[in-house]
């Protein structure tokens, strides 16, 4: 069965930094592009940052520029989700997603991992 299970979530203070995992089972990640996405309370699904399989990142949410990064370990079949700087305001579920490219549709998606940031 092909999964995407998200990992490293939880209560940061602001200012403080997260990284969040990826991993696939039942799949290996390097020809896919991996995508994260995110869904705070009470709000609609935003996409945050995407990496192609050959590791070209793209930033779809101008709030995260300079503060999160996309990085992937295919040795690993994993992909990160680096988060610095964080904001009361980036509280959301994170989901990751995968797919063929970074502008189409995702067809995997985990079920998503909750980053609570607040002092």
């Known amino acids: 069965q092909l999964q995407l299970v998200e990992s490293g979530g939880g209560l940061v203070q602001p200012g403080g930094s997260l990284r969040l995992s990826c991993a696939a089972s039942g799949f290996t990640l390097d020809s896919y592009a991996i995508g994260w996405f995110r869904q705070a309370p009470g709000k609609g699904r935003e996409g945050v940052l995407c990496?192609?399989?050959?590791?070209?990142?793209?930033n779809y949410a101008e709030s995260v520029k300079g503060r999160f990064t996309i990085s992937r370990d295919n040795a690993k079949n994993t992909v990160y989700l680096q988060m610095n700087g964080l904001k009361p305001e980036d509280t959301a579920v994170y989901y990751c997603t995968a797919g063929l490219s970074c502008h189409g549709g995702m067809r995997y998606w985990g079920k998503g991992t909750l980053v609570t940031v607040s002092s």
């Open positions: 990496i192609s399989s050959s590791g070209d990142s793209t």
